[in-house]
């Protein structure tokens, strides 16, 4: 059984830092492109961040480009988004997907919330 299960929302000021996890089990883990995503109510899912199965490369969107950081650990089958100097429009629930062998899969999504 496939799942990804995602950790480390909050609620956080604006300025600060949180650290994001998702942990999968049920897949071949190491083969697996991470990213994740975000949604805000009335707005379409957003891209934030992916990385590669090796780790190696990655990317971002605009958006976060410079505050956020994606990493994984293939040993614990584990992606992460640290997140820095977050923004009242960092406000989202987000979201992990792996997708491997032409398939994705999501997580729950955990909500971060950015005050003022």
């Known amino acids: 059984q496939v799942q990804l299960v995602e950790s480390g929302g909050g609620l956080v000021q604006s300025g600060g830092s949180l650290r994001l996890s998702c942990a999968v089990s049920?897949?071949?883990?190491?083969?697996?492109?991470m990213r994740w995503y975000r949604r805000t109510p009335g707005k379409e899912r957003e891209f934030v961040a992916a990385?590669?199965?090796?780790?190696?490369?990655?990317s971002y969107a605009a958006s976060v480009k410079g505050r956020f950081t994606i990493t994984r650990d293939n040993a614990k089958s584990t992606v992460y988004l640290q997140m820095s100097n977050l923004k009242l429009e960092d406000t989202a629930v987000y979201y992990c997907?792996?997708?491997?062998?032409?398939?994705?899969?999501w997580g729950q999504g955990t909500q971060v919330t950015v005050s003022s």
């Open positions: 049920g897949l071949a883990f190491n083969r697996c492109t």
């Open positions: 997907r792996a997708d491997v062998d032409g398939r994705e899969y």
């Open positions: 990385i590669t199965g090796s780790g190696i490369s990655t």
